[in-house]
Structures are given as structure tokens and as C-alpha cells.
């Protein structure tokens, strides 16, 4: 993991901590103040929480001083494997030396490559110091060379300190609704597509490239995260555990190689990171991953992001054109003909290099230094803390306790209008509860109506620890969702509200999946899961969303009363060539699956009565439950009897047999 962004827990001594002999671990050696260890004899290190930069299953980075010289560093310490830490010795030593060799590489001056593809001549003026993440120091043995400290047996990598990624001023941006300007986001390509060609011109390929790894250092936009560089040409297999990869970002050629059977092997190239770049650039204009939607209606057929990511992979692999939203075309056509023709191309071998993309007149036309000027200057940027979440596939709740829920209408100033409710994150990313009424598992919020919603404080005089989810509805005809819970103490309501930021974040969209023995065996049962289903999303290797019927269709909007022509409204959908219930969204300005493959392959069409609802020709979805727990049924109707039927005949084609 990088090291240069903070997890916001309080930071202890603790079992992850330990070296394998089972005592904790004493930074510094066994005199060392536990709150202010001297490491290396060089460095003192903060074990304060504000300066916790960042922490991951292999390694934590806390904020420190050099002694001498009264820098800031950042220090990267490495964990011992111990059961708890889920990684071997022999791996942990692998990418520790792997990152001081790779931080070591990318300081020395740039020499032109032999493949002519990957240079430019800007590349040559171009000073590596303002480009990569510098190395300030190691741990090192009698010798000299990197190893754990001669002192306390701890490996450590010091660095310079970055102050907010990419990811944290988008975030900054959407918060305050307010787009980068046209002269910001042209510099911003710039230097993002300079620094990774850089990177490719010094023979490496990242394969984990995402705004979450570009940082701002003094003003310089830099890469970090460079333990899992590996050499251009390498082999990278499957079971290879010092690999990393993010689903949204992966390139559809990755995805094959972990989907499909036949490619248990894949050379790492160059194209692999220009893909990932070309959805990082999508984000200055848009913001946010531009595949995350598409992500989230996976959720409703994984029982974890694990699970989830696989469904994704499958899809992303067999797409044949990019989903590249209307919105970049709109905003520019010159960007938008570097994305799709230069960078998001499905085939990799017409893809672009990265240095072949500087001299594009979109690119060549920009100034670098407006970048760093823009980003650095004006705004404070709050550097949110870098955790890095790694899903256990476990179909377990992510947590499970009692909320306090008000009643849709309620005055939250009443005591009586507030309900206590057993509930649960699921491992999704859903909001569930239990219903004593209908005596079921249910869910309130699957993980694509949280994802995109804010969790914000809720004053009032009944409960003292009350919040609000505010969920924005993608589709213009639905209205937005605001619900107001409250915790039963202090540390119940961190709980929850962490828990739900995650979720409405997608964060496990953007977790870093490791390769390794226990995914290659998910993957493995994955892939015979997939073989079991009639039709795989992605088969259809034309366009997958096409239609195959289309027509009119009422719906009920959410919460709303099937008996009330009000909550009734319009809208085109149709089904896909996948078997997806596709509609447009004039709200996201781009087409929008309602109900997955998966979903219509394993649900249930009700017949309503005519007087039951205020259509005549109304039906109910009810999608499967998801490990016990179920969904409210989508409620349509259709515009005579014989088009009901049709929906529900074309529907039922795609059901499993």
C-alpha cells in the first residue's frame, strides 16, 4: 500500500503489530518512548492518531521527523506475518525490497528506451524528482543492504510526505459541487499521463494505477504505491500474492486473464496502465470512477465486494466499446477523442502509448505548471485517511446491532416516532433489518440506492446520537430518499457512521483485490458457477445492452402506493441482449441497468389484480434473496394485457433453466 494517507482509527499496539515471537512490537527497541519511538536511530516517529497516515493488511505508515535535518517524513513500517496478518514473511520481504528498488530506478535520469512507443521528447527535459515519490531512507543490515533494522528487527521505508491524493480533491469538488475548470482539468491530464509515461519509460508497469495513487507533493503531482511495479514483459500468474489490482480501474484484458480459464497468465504491458489511466482522466470531468454504477448492480448478486468484483471482471471482459459517459464528449470533444480513441480502447493492441498521447493536440496544447498551481493553490484539500480494505468473501454482516429508525414523516423531536430496529451492514454494502411484522430479513437500502448517499449529523431533542442517510436517485423519476437513524451510544454511532460511509462510498469498488492462492481458488469456483448459467453477462459480444424488446412501462416510484395514480410515473425500458432491464436516465444522461442478468435469471413474476393496483395490467418483480435476506418486488405495469404478457415472456427467456 501507499503510505501516505490515514486511516482515522486510533492507532494502538496491537496483534497485527507483533513480530512472530508474540510480544508487541517496540519500535525504536525496548527503550524507546512508546508514544514517540526513535527509529534508526534517526527517526522519531508519531504513534499519535492524527498522524496515522495510512494502513494495510503488510504495513503501516505513521508521520515522523528526521533528527538531524528537521524534515517531515513518512515512515513505512512493515508488519511481521503472524496469523493475523494475512500475508507470508517471504512476500512482505519481496515488495519491501521491491519498493527501494523501484523508488531507487525511478530517481536516476531518464534514458530513451528502445521501444520508440513509449518516449517523448518532453520526457528528456523532465526531472524524476518532480515526477516520482522520493525515497529519504531504509532499513538496512550490517551489510548495508535492505533488511530489517540491526535495532528492533523491523523493516522500514522512509519518504518523503505527500499532502492529499487525487482522490481527496475529487471528493473535496463533489462535496462542494463545483467542476474543475477546462484550463485545470487539460493541465491535470497532462501531468498524470507525463508521470505514468514516465513510468513506462524506465521499463515498469504499475498494474494498480487510480486517483487514490497520484499525489500532491508541494504542489508536484507524484506516483506512489510503487511496491507492485514489476519489469515490462514480466509474467504475471494468478498466484502471484505481491500483485494488486482495483476492479474499476482493471483493463478488460486483465479481467480475461482472471475470468477465463484458458488464461491463467498474462505478460504485463504498458497498455495495462493506459486503460486505468483513461478512467482517471473520465474523473476530472466526472468526478467519480465512471464504472462504479456499473459495479453496484453487481452487488445484488454477490454476497460480498469479492464476490461483486468477479461479476464485474466477467462483464468489463468481453465488453467490445467502453461505457464512456455523454457528459465527456459534451464537456470537450478534442478530450473526448483522446479518450476513446487513444486511451479506453477495447483492444489493446490500437491503444495508445502514454507517451504517444503527450503529443496529442488535446494534451501537447496544455501547461504542466498550471496543474501543480491549480491543485496546490486556493483550496484547502482534506487528506482523508488511506485504509485499505481487503474483503474476506465472507458472507457474514459487516456489522450487526440496534438503530433507532423515525417513521417515514416523523417528527424527530418525538420520542414515540423513533422505532428500534435490529439491523445490519451486509457484506454488499445493503442496509438490512429484521421485520417482526412480515417476519423477515429485509432489505431497507441495497448497496446500489446507498451508493452516492451522505451520512450527516442530525440534531434533535429525542435521541442524542441521531445521523441522516440523504440518497440522490440516479433516475429522474424517482424521489430522493432521506432517512434519519439514531445509535443507542457514542461508540455505536462512530460505528455506524463509518460503516455507512464506506458503503455509500462503494469503497469495496475501489478496494485493492490481491492475487494469491485464495483468490485464484474463489476464482476457480467462480468460473464454474458462470459456466452453470444460461447466458453470462457479457456474452453477447456486439452490444450487450441493445435491445431485444422494448416498450413503455408504468412504475411505482420508491415507497410509493401501488393504489395512487400519483406515484405511478412513465418511462422506456426495455430488455437486453444480456437479459438486463435497461432504461435511460435523463437525470445521469446515459443508459442505466435497473435489474441485472443475474436478477431477472432468478426472479419471480406476480400477476397483480385488476383492482389492485391503479393500472390494470400491473406485475411485480421479486428478485431472489441474497442469504436469507429479501428484497421489496419492483412493481410495473404495462399498457395493455398482451404487452404485460409480452414483458414477461421476453423476461422469462433469460430465466435459468
Known amino acids: 500500500m501507499g503510505c501516505l494517507q490515514s486511516s482515522g482509527e486510533v492507532v494502538k499496539t496491537r496483534s497485527s503489530d507483533m513480530p512472530s515471537g508474540g510480544e508487541p512490537a517496540k519500535y525504536g527497541g525496548r527503550d524507546a518512548d512508546p508514544e514517540k519511538p526513535i527509529v534508526m536511530g534517526k527517526y522519531r516517529m ?5 498522524d496515522l497516515l495510512g494502513e494495510g493488511s503488510s504495513s503501516i505508515c505513521r508521520k515522523g521527523i528526521d533528527l538531524e535535518t528537521g524534515q517531515e517524513v513518512a515512515i513505512k513500517v512493515y508488519k511481521t506475518a503472524t496469523k493475523s496478518v494475512n500475508s507470508s514473511e517471504e512476500i512482505r520481504l519481496q515488495k519491501f525490497k521491491r519498493q527501494i528498488q523501484v523508488l531507487k530506478m525511478l530517481q536516476e535520469p531518464f534514458v530513451q528506451p528502445k521501444d520508440e512507443t513509449l518516449w517523448h521528447a518532453d520526457l528528456a527535459k523532465a526531472s524524476p524528482s ?4 522520493m525515497l529519504v531512507d531504509y532499513s538496512k543490515d550490517a551489510k548495508g543492504e535492505p533488511a530489517a533494522d540491526t535495532n528492533d528487527g523491523v523493516m ?3 519518504t518523503e510526505v505527500a499532502q492529499y491524493s487525487l482522490k481527496d480533491y475529487f471528493a473535496l469538488k463533489r462535496e462542494k459541487n463545483k467542476p474543475l475548470s477546462r484550463e485545470s482539468i487539460k493541465a491535470c491530464a497532462r501531468a498524470i499521463i507525463l508521470v505514468v509515461a514516465g513510468l513506462h519509460a524506465k521499463g515498469l508497469v504499475h498494474l494498480d494505477l487510480k486517483p487514490e495513487n497520484l499525489m500532491m507533493f508541494n504542489g508536484r503531482l507524484k506516483l506512489i504505491d510503487v511496491d507492485g511495479c ?3 514483459d514480466s509474467e504475471v500468474s494468478i498466484n502471484d500474492s505481491s500483485i494488486s489490482f482495483s476492479p474499476c480501474y482493471c483493463a478488460p484484458e486483465w479481467a480475461r486473464f482472471l475470468i477465463d480459464e484458458a488464461e491463467n497468465k498474462i505478460i504485463a504491458r504498458p497498455h495495462l496502465d493506459v486503460w486505468s489511466i483513461g478512467i482517471t482522466l473520465c474523473e476530472l470531468v466526472t468526478l467519480d470512477a465512471i464504472l462504479k454504477p456499473m459495479y453496484g448492480n453487481f452487488l445484488r448478486n454477490g454476497h460480498s465486494h469479492r464476490e461483486a468484483g468477479f461479476l464485474f471482471m466477467d462483464w468489463l471482459g468481453h465488453i467490445t466499446r467502453a461505457p464512456v459517459p ?4 459534451r464537456f470537450d470533444k478534442d478530450f473526448h477523442k483522446l479518450i476513446v480513441e487513444g486511451l479506453l480502447v477495447c483492444d489493446h493492441l490500437k491503444r495508445k502509448s502514454l507517451a504517444q498521447c503527450l503529443s496529442d493536440p488535446y494534451i501537447y496544447e496544455s501547461s504542466a505548471s498550471a496543474t501543480h498551481q491549480e491543485l496546490h493553490e486556493g483550496e484547502k484539500v482534506q487528506r482523508q485517511h488511506r485504509h485499505r480494505f481487503e ?5 457474514a454482516p459487516l456489522y450487526k446491532g440496534t438503530l433507532f429508525k423515525l417513521n417515514t414523516d416523523g417528527n424527530a423531536d418525538e420520542p414515540a416516532h423513533w422505532l428500534k430496529r435490529d439491523m445490519w451492514v451486509a457484506c454488499d454494502g445493503s442496509l438490512c433489518y429484521f421485520s417482526i411484522k412480515e417476519n423477515k430479513r429485509l432489505v431497507l437500502l441495497d448497496g446500489v440506492k446507498l451508493a452516492g448517499a451522505k451520512v450527516e449529523n442530525l440534531s434533535c431533542k429525542a435521541r442524542d446520537f441521531a445521523f441522516k442517510l440523504d440518497c440522490i436517485n440516479s433516475d429522474d423519476h424517482e424521489q430522493d430518499i432521506c432517512m434519519c437513524f439514531s445509535a443507542e451510544s457514542e461508540a455505536e454511532y462512530q460505528k455506524w457512521r463509518s460503516l455507512l460511509s464506506q458503503a455509500t462510498n462503494l469503497d469495496g469498488a475501489m478496494q485493492t483485490i490481491r492475487l494469491g492462492g485464495v483468490v485464484a481458488d474463489e476464482l476457480k469456483q467462480f468460473r464454474l458457477a458462470v459456466k452453470n448459467r444460461r447466458m453470462k453477462v457479457g456474452e453477447d459480444t456486439k452490444d450487450q445492452f441493445a435491445p431485444v424488446f422494448k416498450a413503455k412501462l408504468w412504475k411505482v416510484k420508491a415507497e410509493g ?4 395514480a400519483e406515484d405511478w410515473f412513465e418511462r422506456e425500458m426495455w ?4 437479459g438486463s432491464l435497461v432504461y435511460w436516465s435523463k437525470k445521469e444522461d446515459r443508459e442505466l441497468v435497473y435489474y441485472t442478468a443475474d436478477d431477472i435469471a432468478n426472479a419471480k413474476f406476480i400477476f397483480l389484480e385488476k383492482d389492485d393496483a391503479t393500472h390494470p395490467w400491473a406485475f411485480q418483480v421479486q428478485l431472489a434473496p441474497n442469504s436469507g435476506v429479501e428484497f421489496a418486488p419492483g412493481e410495473f405495469a404495462a399498457e395493455s394485457e398482451a404487452l404485460r404478457d409480452r414483458w414477461i415472456s421476453e423476461m422469462t427467456k433469460f430465466k435459468h433453466g
Open 46 to 50: 508519531s504513534m499519535a492518531k492524527g
Open 130 to 133: 518532480k515526477l516520482f515519490m
Open 156 to 158: 522500514y521505508v522512509i
Open 230 to 232: 514489476v519489469p515490462i
Open 326 to 329: 455523454k457528459s465527456i464528449e
Open 391 to 395: 474483503d474476506t468473501s465472507s458472507k
Open 561 to 564: 402506493d401501488r393504489k395512487k
Open 575 to 578: 430488455i437486453a441482449k444480456n
